[in-house]
Each structure stands twice: as structure tokens, then as C-alpha cells.
């Protein structure tokens, strides 16, 4: 059950079609995501690098929903170097408007409590500042190549940020969970239909209850979730890659014994019914668009 997109370099493009306002082709809408491998340093905090950068016609918007990870991002935006932690909602929806751009780390499961300190509980939706001022300026700086088209510039830029963040707060503790949570997220995506928190705990090695606490420390959410999470973003890439799958096929090679549990998890976490999902990916598609929305990974 693979999340077969995973690790792949994201070419420059539309980084998705969702609720709308003064766009008449949102699914043409410039939006460039630029995916950058982090540090060899930032390996065991940090996922990927995200690069996004738009420009909006004057008084335009537009609204991007995003399906939720179990993680992190350490976010550079105009007002600030903010540390958030995994959104309280399922889907994550933000305005753009103008011609800007973000920056940001897609972190590891448990680096964001591993980066903010052992210290920090974590708490689902939380959003604060990594850094002081100085840190808010290099962020600043970091956008600016990203809209003169230096994505990995710009990564470069706030890269020395979280290594010093990272220098001052990694433990012998956070280590080890961070190892722990590592083999545990490899095994969910390697898991098999039928898949229960239970074997998962015997594939690692470890008892239910020690998993579950697990997760509950550095994770926020349970092994449980992240299995049911796991399948519905590789359903909804899938249907963003070829919105023609047969529903009920899809929700089978997922791991869902049936389709109305498997359309009842998808409304939660995306907000629509598999079919509607496919429906707006098939007219992106049509377009020439990059993705659909909402984008089930950013």
C-alpha cells in the first residue's frame, strides 16, 4: 500500500484547482510548487523543502485545500518564520491572493516536537515562531529568490535556521523516537490491505500499547489514524492521476473492505465524495493542470 508518489521530484506547475473566487479557470490558476531535498544534516527532521510561488491578478483570490499529514511544516511567510504543528482539521484551507510565495519544511513524524523542544507538547493546530526577528528577515529573503525563481536559493537560505534550531534541541530522546517513528510510518506505507494496528505492532516489533503511546507522544494522533489517513491520500493521488479508476476497484487496492467505509473516510478527510474528487481532477487534467483539489500532499 505504498504511497507510490512519495520521494518523487515535483515538477514546477498548477498546484491545484479548489474553492474559488474571482478566478474564472482555477484550475489554470500560476501556481509553482518546487519540491528540494533537505541538508544531508536535516535528514532526520525534515521530509522535503517545499517551494511555492503565485501571482494573482489585482483583487483576485484563491482559496487551496490541502489534506492533512500527521506532521509538521516549519513555514517561511511575509509576516514571519512560524513553526506549525499538524492542522486540527482534517483539510487545510488557505487564501492567496497578489504575487507572492511561501517557503516551507515538510517535517518528519515527530520532528516537530523534536525541533520545538522535548519541552513543547504539541498540540494539533498549533502555530508559533521558530526564531526571533533576525530569522522573520531571512525568511523574507528566502521568498524573494523564490519569486526570482531560486527555489533552491531560497532553501538554502532558511536551511541554516533549522540546523542551528536543530543543534540546540535534538536529544538522545527525540532521537530514538524519531528512529522509532521512522520504521513505523516506512511499515503503513508498505502495509497491506487488512493491515490492523495490531500486526503492524508485531511487523515492528513492539505491543499495541507501546505504538499507540507512540503516537500519542510525538506523533498527536493514533497508528490507527495514520493507517486510515495513509490510505485515502494514496486514493485521492491515484484518482488525481487517472480520475477513471473504478471506485470500487480503488477502495479495495486501498485496503477497504467495502466502499461506503471507504467514501465515508474520504468526505471526512477531503470534503467530498471520491466521485466528486475524481470529477474535479478529471476536469484539471483536462486543462493541462499538474494536480487536483485538494492536493492530498504539499
Known amino acids: 500500500m505504498r504511497h507510490v508518489f512519495d520521494g518523487e521530484a515535483a515538477a514546477p506547475g498548477v498546484l491545484g484547482a479548489g474553492p474559488t473566487l474571482g478566478i474564472v479557470n482555477p484550475a489554470r490558476a500560476p ?60 483539510t487545510d484551507r488557505r487564501v492567496l491572493a497578489g504575487a507572492d510565495g511561501v517557503v516551507g519544511s515538510k517535517l518528519r513524524p515527530g520532528a516537530y516536537r523534536a525541533l520545538l523542544g522535548l519541552g513543547h507538547p504539541g498540540e494539533r493546530g498549533a502555530v508559533g515562531p521558530l526564531a526571533g526577528a533576525a530569522a522573520d528577515a531571512t525568511g523574507r529573503a528566502a521568498i524573494d529568490q523564490a519569486r526570482a525563481g531560486d527555489a533552491e536559493g531560497a532553501v538554502a537560505t532558511v536551511t541554516p535556521l533549522l540546523l542551528a534550531t536543530a543543534g540546540r534541541t535534538r536529544t538522545p530522546r527525540s532521537a530514538a523516537a524519531l528512529a522509532a517513528l521512522g520504521e513505523a510510518f516506512t511499515a503503513i506505507a508498505d502495509a497491506v490491505p487488512g493491515t490492523t494496528v495490531a500486526s503492524l505492532a508485531a511487523t515492528l516489533g513492539t505491543t499495541p500499547r507501546s505504538l499507540q503511546r507512540l503516537f500519542a507522544d510525538w506523533v498527536g494522533v493514533s497508528p490507527k489514524w ?64 499538474v494536480d487536483a483539489a485538494p492536493a492530498a500532499r504539499a
Open 31 to 90: 501556481f509553482t510548487l518546487t519540491r528540494v531535498p533537505p541538508a544531508p544534516e536535516l535528514t532526520d527532521l525534515v521530509d522535503w523543502h517545499w517551494v511555492i510561488t503565485w501571482d494573482l491578478p489585482p483583487g483576485a483570490t484563491f482559496t487551496q485545500a490541502v489534506v492533512a499529514h500527521p506532521v509538521g511544516q516549519v513555514v517561511a511567510e511575509r509576516h514571519g518564520l512560524l513553526a506549525y504543528a499538524m492542522p486540527a482539521v482534517s
Open 226 to 289: 495514520v493507517l486510515q489517513r495513509h490510505r485515502v491520500h494514496l486514493a485521492a493521488e491515484l484518482l488525481g492521476r487517472d480520475p477513471g479508476l473504478d471506485l470500487a476497484g480503488l477502495a479495495a487496492a486501498v485496503g477497504y473492505y467495502d466502499q461506503a467505509h471507504f467514501t465515508g473516510d474520504f468526505v471526512r478527510a477531503v470534503g467530498t465524495t471520491p466521485g466528486e474528487h475524481a470529477r474535479r481532477c478529471a476536469a484539471a487534467l483536462a486543462l493541462g493542470t
